[in-house]
């Protein structure tokens, strides 16, 4: 899956990923109305505004994006049916043939972790019959509980061609209050970024092993030294965008082969239709997705001139 993920980057000439984040609010009220009428003002109702609002922005962009990042936590708040709409995502994004990352972040101990992989990126076997619950192509990892906790997804990466992307040093403005801490005069991300590269070294692709690492774009010193630590991990960049993350700091996320990092946006494409700089261009509610698709050329196109 990753060189799948490596050669639809090139291919489309876009190293970027759409974050698939939908909160209800996002959601034009014409598509709540419609799905209300249907469902009623419930967790059914929720569960098909956001599929058909996901179904439109992912409609309007797939031809120009190689992968989707749905988050997990914006479907499992609505319980079942939530669910049951990240699954209809992520089935229709395999019919659109997008690589699909899975923002799961889970990890625990290892029958637990093990429980995880096989119902997101591998099979769980139901008498004589095996199933793949999920479908996702990657998902991400979060490895505090340790290799414990990792190893079972590297077991099925190894065994379904899938892949992760672990945690080492994340976007959030309270990330340094553990993962900087020094230990043995080294920050704990670059710990964990040798781990990452180690784990990986197991499970190479032609040119990237199936085992990423999530770098935030708020912190790019740290993701130069990254960077170099791990050389032949994709590295996933959230923070681009909603979170303050500018291009210009992205080129050291890259090897000097314009590969090796996908940056991800989420609010900042899904709800581009709220931008004043589309509602110029005649975006409206109505038209939301094509905000969303005008949204994706500009991303590509500043990520593309900062780091060529
Ligand atoms: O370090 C991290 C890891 C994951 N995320 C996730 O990425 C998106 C970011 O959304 P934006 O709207 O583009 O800010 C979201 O799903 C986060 O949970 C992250 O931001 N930072």
Request: cysteine-free; overall charge neutral; proline content about 4%.
């Given at each position: 899956m990753i060189n799948k993920l490596v050669d639809k980057i090139k291919q489309k000439d876009a190293p970027i990923v759409v974050g698939l984040d939908p909160m209800l609010d996002y959601v034009p009220n014409f598509i709540k109305e419609e799905a209300f009428n249907q469902f009623g003002e419930t967790l059914e109702g929720a569960g098909e505004a956001?599929?058909?609002?996901?179904?439109?922005?992912?409609?309007?962009?797939?031809?120009?994006?190689?992968?989707?990042k749905p988050q997990i936590a914006m479907y499992e708040q609505?319980?079942?049916?939530?669910?049951?709409?990240f699954n209809k995502t992520v089935e229709y994004c395999r019919q659109k043939d997008l690589v699909i990352i899975g923002d799961i972040k889970r990890g625990d101990i290892g029958s637990t972790s093990k429980a995880y992989a096989v119902g997101h990126i591998g099979r769980v076997q139901v008498g004589k019959n095996s199933f793949c619950p999920f479908k996702e192509d990657f998902?991400?990892?979060?490895?505090?509980?340790?290799s414990d906790g990792v190893n079972p997804f590297i077991d099925v990466c190894k065994e379904e061609k899938k892949g992760i992307f672990v945690l080492v040093k994340t976007s959030n403005p309270s990330s340094g209050e553990f993962q900087d801490r020094l230990i043995d005069n080294r920050p704990l991300y670059e710990i964990v970024g040798e781990k990452v590269n180690m784990w990986g070294s197991e499970c190479m692709g032609d040119e990237y092993s199936y085992v990423g690492a999530v770098v935030g774009a708020t912190y790019p010193k740290m993701g130069e030294t990254l960077r170099k630590i791990m050389p032949k991990a994709m590295i996933l960049v959230p923070g681009y965008g909603a979170q303050g993350g500018k291009a210009e700091d992205l080129k050291c996320f890259f090897n000097e082969d314009g590969l090796g990092a996908i940056i991800n946006s989420s609010r900042g494409i899904i709800c581009a239709y709220k931008n004043d700089?589309?509602?110029?261009?005649?975006?409206?509610?109505?038209n939301f997705a094509d905000a969303s698709r005008m949204a994706v050329i500009d991303m590509i196109e500043d990520i593309n001139s900062a780091i060529k």
């Open positions: 956001i599929w058909q609002y996901n179904k439109a922005i992912i409609d309007a962009t797939h031809d120009l994006i190689p992968a989707v609505f319980g079942i049916e939530g669910i049951k709409a998902v991400t990892v979060n490895p505090y509980l340790g700089k589309y509602k110029d261009k005649g975006i409206t509610e109505m």
